[in-house]
């Protein structure tokens, strides 16, 4: 067993090209950055040398916002429940972010986009959920411990949303996701707004399964908007936090004893609709509920199985 | 071991429609032979739930909005119909590979002129202006090793001036005939473009 110190960051913001101008203009506004590495540099494909091509502009715009804000990579692109391979030359490029930006964790997706086409592959652009099943924990964790043993900080997944839901499955979301860190050691980025909308679509009840989830391991909150469509409510970042999303960090804050942070996701396009004013309203109401729940300066702790 | 199989089959039925709708149709029939009855099971009660309507819908739109963010001068010359329709025939043609776009975007040029040449197409400008954005991408695309990417020339039968300059604002202009060429290079990082006219 290792123990990591997780810093207590306070309020992020999840960065998008759009938001640069509040990005340097209210700075004062967000504690740290939380950037998708995966759209600061272009990945031409598996067997190409060098395969990925870094975005020098975006890099060097995040290193002057990198002056006294954390800046936390949440990657989109390990795809690390894929079953016929495990996408590791990423790992490479999380390793240059780390020599970079020494940030505190580190993050992805608890799901797959790419899969096996015939002798290639498809990248579905969605993260397709994975079946809470023992194979799929047994597929996932030799993966996290060799993300774990390449980057010494904690490595978190983030719950998934979903629309459809598969039968048979031997787990519940949340025996699946504590078995997961049981067993791998890894971190939770506990999506709010994503658990919001699977009750929604599906009829759970989400401050169950906040009571449910060992929240001892969730190191970091993400929160954001979303919209209706079709029947379903859609995961957009479109806009400010429903209320019931508000009232998910009110209960979830003072019961998530190791948290570093809690991050606000707004998609770029919604940017101008939801205006300046509107997301330092969002960060504003934020910090208040962090400050009121989790006033402790003392780093958190971290057990991750080495 | 058919999780592979499992999880191909899964992401088909978000990505390819006509394979969705063969295994709605067709049953089992469609679906690999090596899975397990579980998976079978799943994949088949996954086909008909409307939530994979929904995670299709969030897929396209990814994959569709960051392709016309490429090539936004061929999208304004298209009425709303045909743009679906080309764009779904040339998606049935080629899966989705990537999550960077600037590929399917050329290849998505490439097939729209060869349409245009095979007599299936005709969209006015259209040549001259999928031909345009292509040279213009080659010139952005990513060339780790540092060299400069190729001199770019493109010709066109209508001044380029004011068609361009319309199409910037999603117009589309009645422009004068003119035949000319465009000759592109990336200078310091920009686009740099030089018009030469007969």
Same mark, same amino acid.
């Given at each position: ?17 759009? +938001? ?26 598996? @067997? ?19 002056? @006294? ?27 240059? =972010?780390?020599? =970079?930006?020494? !940030? ?14 015939? $002798? ?38 983030? #719950? ?33 707004? #994503? ?19 060992? +929240? ?24 400010? +936090? ?21 991050? !606000?996701?707004?998609?770029?396009? =919604? ?36 | ?42 994949? *088949? ?5 409307? @939530? ?55 290849? !998505?040029?490439?097939?729209? +002129? ?20 292509? $040279?213009? *991408? ?56 030089? *018009?030469?006219?007969?």
């Amino acid at each position: 067993m290792r123990e990591t110190a997780i810093p207590r960051l306070g309020v992020g913001l999840a960065y998008q090209p759009a +938001l640069r101008p509040f990005i340097e203009q209210k700075r004062d506004s967000f504690d740290y950055l939380e950037v998708v590495p995966d759209i600061l540099w272009t990945d031409l494909g598996a @067997g190409r040398t060098p395969r990925y091509v870094d975005d020098e502009e975006g890099l060097s715009f995040l290193r002057r916002m990198a002056a @006294g804000r954390p800046i936390i990579p949440h990657g989109i692109g390990l795809s690390i429940g894929t079953a016929h391979r495990f996408n590791r030359d990423q790992l490479g490029q999380i390793e240059k =972010w780390f020599s =970079w930006f020494d !940030f505190p964790w580190h993050s992805d997706h608890l799901a797959y986009n790419l899969a096996e086409h015939g $002798a290639d592959e498809i990248n579905a652009g969605v993260t397709i959920p994975l079946p809470r099943d023992r194979e799929t924990l047994e597929c996932l964790a030799p993966r996290v411990a060799e993300v774990q043993s390449r980057l010494a900080v904690p490595f978190l997944l983030e #719950n998934n949303v979903y629309f459809f839901d598969m039968p048979g499955q031997e787990m519940t979301d949340a025996e699946f996701l504590n078995a997961l860190c049981e067993e791998t050691g890894c971190g939770l980025l506990l999506d709010l707004h #994503n658990i919001y909308c699977n009750s929604r679509n599906h009829g759970a009840d989400p401050f169950r399964l906040l009571d449910e989830i060992d +929240l001892s391991r969730v190191v970091e909150l993400h929160v954001a908007g979303g919209m209706e469509h079709e029947g379903f409510y859609l995961d957009a970042h479109s806009g400010p +936090l429903p209320e019931e999303v508000w009232a998910l960090l009110d209960y979830a804050l003072p019961r998530c004893p190791n948290l570093g942070g809690v991050t !606000f996701e707004l998609l770029g396009s =919604w940017y101008e609709t939801v205006g300046s004013e509107g997301l330092e309203t969002e960060l504003r109401g934020l910090r208040a509920l962090w400050n009121r729940h989790q006033p402790a300066p003392a780093p958190a702790r971290m057990e991750a199985v080495a | 071991m058919s999780a592979p199989a499992f999880q191909s089959a899964l992401a088909r039925l978000i990505v390819d429609p006509d394979f969705r709708d063969g295994v709605r149709e067709r049953r089992g029939e469609a679906l690999a032979a090596d899975l397990t009855p579980l998976e079978r099971e799943r994949l *088949l009660a996954v086909s008909v739930d409307p @939530g994979l309507d929904v995670t299709r819908t969030l897929h396209k739109g990814f994959r569709l909005g960051k392709l016309l963010a490429y090539l936004p001068l061929t999208r304004a010359l298209f009425d709303r119909d045909t743009l679906a329709r080309e764009i779904g025939e040339f998606w049935r043609r080629r899966p989705p590979v990537s999550f960077y776009f600037l590929e399917e975007a050329l290849a !998505f040029c490439e097939y729209l +002129l060869e349409r245009i040449e095979e007599g299936e197409l005709e969209v006015r400008y259209l040549e001259e202006i999928a031909a345009y954005e292509r $040279a213009a *991408l080659e010139l952005q695309r990513s060339r780790p090793d540092g060299s400069r990417p190729p001199l770019q020339v493109v010709e066109f039968r209508h001044d380029p001036l004011p068609l361009l300059a319309a199409l910037a604002h999603g117009e589309i202009p009645a422009a004068p005939e003119r035949r000319c060429w465009l000759f592109g290079a990336l200078e310091d990082g920009r686009l740099e473009w030089r *018009l030469a006219a007969e």
